[in-house]
């Protein structure tokens, strides 16, 4: 069932540097969706028989339970005072998210039953989260924030790029529902971020989520990849000719880092936000195709 969500356009962030630029008429819907259940399990390489591109989404996937959990804790802490129409959209932002784990918990678990081991992964992400417990909570919504962007720019470029998740079957319309949403409330984290914010100087602002994103990106890459190779080793396929293949696949073709890089450097940018680019015609066109296949 879907819950529409619609933020009460009267209010603005008056304590803001300026205005936030997300669309007024912005709806947050949570679509409580499920996948793969009560059916056959996916192949072992389940997008279209490619093992590069199936483990490289299974390494995400592994790391989004703990990591979602991880956003909307951040995001709860720094939302002390905010206006009406965020607290709202942080609301909305919460269900979406917990739904996205849950279905990530299920995808993973068809993944270790095709024999894949996911722990390793599992068990950094939980070191790391303890490592950066104490951390102030305006960082830990900095490195949210910074998540989110690329979280963001991946979905985008999965929606606008039917390619990557060609031959995916079922498999490939949960990413599609996942990315859908996260294009929906990736100004979220960020919002509450200029809220949370709010005294800081303009250039405290900028330095500390660009130094945020440089170290984001770091890890993100350098961790996402080295997943891939492991899992990939997982079913014999090691050596240097496995993690060329897997850098031309991120870099070369598809290339799915290489196409979302201005919109990464956007980020560093000092007006940027991410409603700057507006780009929920890909979620009304996921919203078409995927009724037109309920109703088929």
Do not use: C
């Given at each position: 069932?879907?819950?529409?969500?619609k933020?009460?356009?009267?209010?603005e962030f008056?304590?803001l540097a300026?205005?936030?630029?997300?669309?007024?008429?912005?709806?947050?819907?949570?679509?409580?969706?499920?996948?793969?259940?009560?059916?056959?399990p996916p192949?072992?390489w389940w997008?279209?028989?490619?093992?590069?591109?199936s483990?490289w989404?299974?390494?995400?996937?592994?790391?989004f339970?703990?990591?979602?959990?991880?956003?909307?804790?951040s995001?709860?802490a720094n939302?002390?005072?905010?206006?009406?129409?965020l607290?709202?959209?942080?609301?909305?932002?919460?269900k979406?998210e917990?739904n996205h784990?849950r279905?990530?918990i299920?995808?993973?678990?068809?993944a270790?039953d095709?024999?894949?081991?996911?722990d390793?992964?599992?068990r950094?992400?939980?070191?790391r989260l303890?490592?950066?417990k104490?951390?102030?909570?305006?960082?830990?919504?900095?490195?949210t924030?910074a998540?989110?962007?690329?979280?963001?720019?991946?979905a985008?470029e999965?929606?606008s790029?039917?390619?990557h998740?060609?031959?995916g079957g079922?498999?490939?319309?949960?990413w599609r529902?996942h990315s859908a949403e996260e294009?929906?409330?990736?100004?979220?984290?960020?919002?509450?971020?200029?809220?949370?914010?709010?005294d800081?100087?303009?250039?405290k602002?900028w330095?500390v989520?660009?130094l945020m994103?440089?170290?984001v990106?770091?890890t993100?890459?350098t961790?996402r990849?080295g997943d891939?190779?492991?899992?990939?080793?997982?079913d014999?396929?090691?050596?240097?000719?496995w993690?060329?293949k897997?850098?031309?696949y991120l870099?070369?073709n598809p290339?799915l880092?290489?196409?979302?890089f201005?919109?990464?450097?956007?980020f560093?940018?000092p007006?940027?936000h991410?409603?700057?680019h507006?780009?929920?015609?890909?979620i009304?066109?996921?919203?078409?195709?995927?009724e037109?296949?309920?109703?088929?």
């Amino acid at each position: 069932m879907n819950a529409p969500f619609k933020p009460d356009t009267a209010l603005e962030f008056a304590t803001l540097a300026r205005k936030a630029p997300t669309p007024a008429d912005l709806t947050l819907t949570v679509r409580d969706r499920r996948f793969g259940r009560d059916k056959a399990p996916p192949a072992r390489w389940w997008l279209n028989g490619d093992p590069i591109g199936s483990a490289w989404h299974n390494a995400l996937s592994a790391t989004f339970p703990r990591g979602e959990a991880y956003f909307i804790e951040s995001v709860k802490a720094n939302r002390a005072g905010a206006p009406p129409k965020l607290e709202a959209e942080i609301r909305a932002f919460v269900k979406q998210e917990i739904n996205h784990t849950r279905e990530h918990i299920a995808f993973n678990r068809t993944a270790k039953d095709a024999g894949y081991d996911l722990d390793k992964i599992d068990r950094r992400v939980a070191e790391r989260l303890d490592m950066i417990k104490g951390r102030a909570p305006e960082l830990n919504l900095a490195a949210t924030m910074a998540l989110e962007h690329f979280t963001a720019m991946l979905a985008h470029e999965l929606l606008s790029n039917p390619r990557h998740l060609a031959g995916g079957g079922e498999t490939a319309e949960l990413w599609r529902w996942h990315s859908a949403e996260e294009i929906e409330h990736k100004g979220v984290a960020y919002d509450t971020w200029l809220h949370a914010t709010r005294d800081w100087s303009r250039w405290k602002l900028w330095k500390v989520k660009s130094l945020m994103m440089l170290v984001v990106t770091q890890t993100f890459v350098t961790h996402r990849f080295g997943d891939t190779v492991a899992l990939l080793a997982q079913d014999g396929l090691t050596g240097a000719k496995w993690k060329a293949k897997v850098l031309w696949y991120l870099v070369g073709n598809p290339g799915l880092l290489r196409r979302i890089f201005p919109a990464w450097a956007a980020f560093f940018l000092p007006g940027f936000h991410p409603w700057n680019h507006d780009d929920r015609a890909l979620i009304g066109k996921y919203e078409s195709e995927f009724e037109a296949a309920v109703m088929g």
